[in-house]
């Protein structure tokens, strides 16, 4: 037999391009809206804003490093974990923000100091988020932090 033949017959077929495969995934420029939108609507407080960038069945997963996991999965959940945060820090300030954006998914690398409310005391943090993303929205949200010496 020919070496072409039996090249011929075990030849793996192709599979398509990735991105003809899965789920068209937002732009870096479009996720950088996205992000934008969302840090000025946490910010606000505002739901409705916040809600015009995640997917209807939007989840947050938070660890602070310090607490047990939340999974926030609901507009209240959310309403209820900004309000606890703006009642637990005086004060909560984002560093060195930079974003990773892949196929699929982003990272957003960071530091960030607070102050509690009822001590004074300041603490610091460096942390990672991972986002993925469906139907040009982000779908889902996870915070790992941990503290670092001030």
């Known amino acids: ?71 926030l999965a609901s507009r209240e959940a959310i309403r209820a974990h900004i309000d606890e945060r703006k009642q637990f820090f005086t004060e909560s300030r984002f560093h060195e923000v930079v974003y990773h954006h892949l196929p699929g998914l982003s990272f957003m690398t960071f530091r960030v100091s607070e102050i509690v409310r009822s001590s004074g005391e300041r603490r610091e943090q460096r942390g990672i988020e991972r986002y993925t993303f469906a139907a040009g929205r982000i779908a889902t949200k996870d915070v790992y932090r941990k503290p670092i010496a001030v």
């Open 1 to 71: 037999m020919k070496i072409a033949t039996i090249a011929a017959r075990t030849r793996v077929p192709q599979q398509p391009p990735m991105e003809q495969s899965q789920p068209m995934s937002p732009s870096s420029a479009e996720r950088d809206a996205l992000f934008s939108g969302f840090a000025r609507a946490l910010f606000k407080g505002d739901l409705d804003a916040l809600y015009h960038v995640v997917a209807p069945d939007f989840v947050w997963r938070y660890h602070d490093g310090l607490a047990e996991e939340r999974v």
